[in-house]
């Protein structure tokens, strides 16, 4: 059974007619070609494929399209303001928070919607968030300090 979504994705709104059994990472993927959303596992244990639900950070090989209507997605393709990199982004640049780049989107979006909540996170903290998310190159000594870098970037006495 399909149906026709009205799904609001980085600040545009696309009309889409999808099964109703299909996930938001399909839709991102397969049908609206936004390829930056990753699958991993498809069983919500990697965290590639994290993108914000109305700000915050959602599994999305784990929710339904047709659960998304009606809120504000953000994909990684829609992080950045233009040319000017999220805070969280220029921080793994920075911190060479990376290496093979198929893990980044997920822990990108994870640590932007946490820290847009909470941006004074402590180092103990930060480890608990960042180990729902799986990195099979770096060793997380490097996402870890690009995820500090970028909160206190993003702590209101740094604005």
């Known amino acids: 059974m399909t149906t026709e979504l ?3 994705i980085n600040g545009a709104t696309h009309a889409v007619e999808v ?5 938001l990472a399909d839709v991102l993927r397969d049908d609206l070609g936004m ?13 590639a494929c994290t993108v914000l639900l109305d700000g915050r950070p959602v599994r999305a090989c784990l929710i339904f399209a047709v659960q998304c209507e009606n809120a504000s997605i953000t994909t990684i393709e829609g992080l950045a303001d233009g040319e000017r990199l999220h805070p969280v982004q220029q921080a793994f640049i920075d911190n060479f928070g990376l290496q093979c780049g198929f893990c980044t989107p997920g822990f990108i979006m994870l640590a932007a919607g946490a820290l847009a909540e ?3 996170m402590d180092d103990e903290e930060l480890r608990e968030l960042l180990s729902s998310n799986l990195c099979r190159c770096t060793g997380y000594r490097s996402i870890l300090l ?3 870098q970028a909160a206190a970037a993003m702590r209101p006495a740094a604005r």
């Open 6 to 8: 009205s799904l609001r």
């Open 19 to 23: 099964d109703v059994r299909k996930t």
């Open 118 to 120: 909470k941006p004074d």
């Open 35 to 47: 390829h930056g959303t990753h699958l991993g596992c498809e069983h919500g244990v990697c965290g």
């Open 146 to 148: 690009a995820v500090k």
